[in-house]
């Protein structure tokens, strides 16, 4: 089974601080994603990264930053958190190809701001 | 316009009628579609895809797409209340990113 794991399933900072998200992933897929999920709104894309060490800016990348040192883990980065970064946070990752593929998802992180 | 429209619901159908689910798209150069259901609480797994025009069909699901039209939909037969969940419409392309539409509420009552 492929498994999408992520660190924290609750998260409460408080707001200025530097958060960290974490991503591993077990089936050595190339892609990977950050997609955040608020009612009304569906998932939007934050980040993804096709390859290690690279990065691509998502529909929503405000206020994030992401790192990619490792082909199996994925880190979203919020560099002074805010209120308005309250989310669900859901991270995916799919194997690569030239007509696109399934995402497997991860439990997701629901983070609290206050 | 956004990239995946969907209707938000909730759709209510009765138990054992057929749900419709219904997704359009904006870009023409998408290749794939994709539905995942999301329970409550839950991550969103998928259930069916869809590739080429036409009909695919797996148990008591059916993805239908229409390139043409910029379509695709989900029909799910003999609805029962453990289908009642958010479907999510998704599309990727050989670019390697999936967009994902808001979603539809099904509610299939007893």
């Known amino acids: 089974d492929v498994k999408v794991t992520q660190s924290s399933r609750y998260l409460v900072k408080r707001t200025g601080e530097k958060v960290f998200l974490e991503c591993v992933q077990d089936m050595d897929h190339e892609n990977m994603f950050w997609y955040r999920q608020d009612p009304g709104l569906g998932l939007r894309l934050i980040y993804f990264s096709y390859d290690v060490k690279m990065k691509e800016k998502g529909d929503i990348p405000e206020g994030y930053s992401v790192s990619r040192e490792k082909k199996e883990r994925f880190s979203l980065i919020l560099e002074s958190a805010s209120t308005n970064q309250t989310s669900m946070y859901l991270c995916?990752?799919?194997?690569?190809?030239?007509?696109?593929?399934?995402?497997?998802f991860g439990q997701g992180t629901r983070l609290t701001v206050v | 316009q956004k990239e995946v429209e969907q209707n938000s619901g909730p759709l209510s159908v009765p138990e054992g009628a057929i749900a419709s689910l219904n997704c359009t798209y904006s870009?023409?150069?998408?290749?794939?579609f994709f539905w995942y259901r999301q329970y409550s609480g839950k991550s969103p797994e998928l259930i069916m895809f869809i590739y080429s025009n036409g009909d695919k069909e797996d148990g008591r699901f059916t993805a239908q797409l229409n390139k043409a039209s910029q379509y695709v939909s989900l029909l799910i037969r003999d609805s029962q209340p453990s289908d009642s969940a958010t479907y999510l419409c998704?599309?990727?392309?050989?670019?390697?990113?999936?967009?994902f539409g808001t979603g539809t509420k099904l509610q299939v009552i007893p």
């Open positions: 998704a599309l990727s392309g050989g670019y390697q990113k999936v967009t």
């Open positions: 870009d023409r150069g998408s290749q794939s």
């Open positions: 995916a990752s799919s194997p690569r190809s030239s007509v696109g593929t399934e995402a497997f």
